[in-house]
């Protein structure tokens, strides 16, 4: 009985940290998740300018073509929106 009581308490005091552990990932991944939330949106701006920056002679100049510049916009704006569904689904299942 004495052992069974001993092997007892021994595994009651080796799972207490894992779950203070656990606890402290969970913190710091709400953290992390929180400041990712607030600087995306910036940075999908500057991505979207960016990339409508580098389509833009397509639109203007002696060069233009409207149907291509059209094209590449449309491709840029479903690759960007593929990956806001993707972050914004990441982020739904961590938190």
Known sequence: MKKFILL???MLLITVPSF???GGIED???DVSSTIRT???IILG???LVGFLFNAGHFFGENADLKK???RV???VLIAGAVVGIFTYLIG???
């Open 93 to 95: 299942i961590v938190v």
């Open 8 to 10: 007892a308490v021994a």
């Open 28 to 30: 710091s991944v709400d």
């Open 69 to 71: 510049g059209i094209t």
């Open 20 to 22: 203070a552990q656990i």
């Open 46 to 48: 500057v991505i979207f």
């Open 74 to 76: 449309l491709v840029f």
């Open 39 to 41: 600087v995306f949106p």
